[in-house]
T-cell receptor, first 109, second 115 residues
């Protein structure tokens, strides 16, 4: 079966760095997405990785290793507004998005 | 960036009535749109995939006669919840995939409450 694993919840301190991991087992691979979702709102797109390596976009970076079925989202200089759920999703061979359950990130002052 | 809108953003209806939710891609064409449902504190659950001009593909466990999907144009898909019940109360989110198939953009969601 297809499976996306990510931690349920993480806590970090304002100004610090946090890494949210995602491992996946899917039928085929056509890219990995990270989305941010604040409570009561729809997800917003953060990053897309299809090749191995690190993609940096401001305070957020995303890394992919296809051979290991592994990705992480790195958030630097954490701000209180970064408190949200972070969803990892993989697009499989049928171009369907397979979703992880999301990681709730709690930022403390 | 690409924008997807949903209407209404929230709706309250009585049990037994039907509710229609619209999903529009505002500045791009989308041959494929997706409808998701999200219960509180849970991840997105794909309900169905709709392709313009053809019948929607429903995920296992989703009743196609209850959740009617129409994808009439490259910019509009509608989800109609028929004979709604309180257990249908949820956050319904649509997303649209661009023609190149590279990106999937989400609408803001519609919160449905059935009383």
């Amino acid at each position: 079966g297809q499976n996306i694993d990510q931690p349920t919840e993480m806590t970090a301190t304002e100004g610090a760095i946090v890494q949210i991991n995602c491992t996946y087992q899917t039928s085929g691979f056509n890219g990995l997405f990270w989305y941010q979702q604040h409570a009561g709102e729809a997800p917003t797109f953060l990053s897309y990785n299809v090749l191995d390596g690190l993609e940096e976009k401001g305070r957020f970076s995303s890394f992919l290793s296809r051979s290991k079925g592994y990705s992480y989202l790195l958030l630097k200089e954490l701000q209180m507004k970064d408190s949200a759920s972070y969803l990892c999703a993989v697009r499989d061979s049928n171009y369907q998005l397979i979703w992880g359950a999301g990681t709730k990130l709690i930022i403390k002052p | 960036g690409a924008v997807v809108s949903q209407h209404p953003s929230w709706v309250i209806c009585k049990s037994g009535t039907s509710v229609k939710i619209e999903c529009r891609s505002l500045d791009f064409q989308a041959t494929t749109m997706f409808w998701y449902r999200q219960f509180p504190k849970q991840s997105l659950m794909l309900m169905a995939t709709s392709n313009e001009g053809s019948k929607a593909t429903y995920e296992q466990g989703v009743e196609k006669d209850k959740f009617l999907i129409n994808h009439a144009s490259l910019t509009l898909s509608t989800l109609t919840v028929t004979s709604a019940h309180p257990e249908d109360s949820s956050f319904y989110i649509c997303s649209a995939r661009d023609l190149e198939g590279l990106r999937q953009y989400f609408g803001p969601g519609t919160r449905l409450t059935v009383t």
